[in-house]
């Protein structure tokens, strides 16, 4: 049975840092692309960042570059993002995916197949 579990949500201050985490467990995780995706009540899913299998490959949506910081330890079968200066437009459910075939699409990442993802934790940024 596999499992993608996220943690590190919850509420930060405008300006301040947060890192999620999201491990796996059941699946080849060395084997798959990896991405954070996100969604704000009343809108689109968004493809945050994505990362490909042999880390060669980084993507990022224009709303977090320079900002946000994607990474996987293959050892640990996690993955990782690191977010800084949060603003309080980042407020949303943000779900960890594990997939293949990374393509991007105005500017965000996409992932074409998806097998596995996680149940999603929930970053809000308030004052």
Do not use: H
């Not at 692309?33 to 994505?50: L, M, Y």
């Not at 596995?116 to 940024?125: D, E, N, Q």
């Amino acid at each position: 049975q596999w499992q993608l579990v996220e943690s590190g949500g919850g509420l930060v201050q405008p300006g301040g840092s947060l890192t999620l985490s999201c491990v796996a467990s059941g699946l080849a995780f060395e084997d798959y692309d990896i991405g954070w995706f996100r969604q704000a009540p009343g809108k689109a899913r968004e493809g945050v960042s994505c990362l490909s299998m042999s880390g060669d490959r980084t993507i990022y949506a224009d709303s977090v570059k320079g900002r946000f910081t994607i990474s996987r330890d293959n050892a640990k079968n996690t993955m990782y993002l690191q977010m800084d200066s949060l603003k309080p437009e980042d407020t949303a459910e943000y779900s960890c995916a594990v997939g293949a075939k990374l393509i991007t699409v105005e500017s965000q990442c996409v992932m074409l197949s998806v097998p596995y993802w996680g149940k999603g934790t929930l970053i809000t940024v308030s004052a």
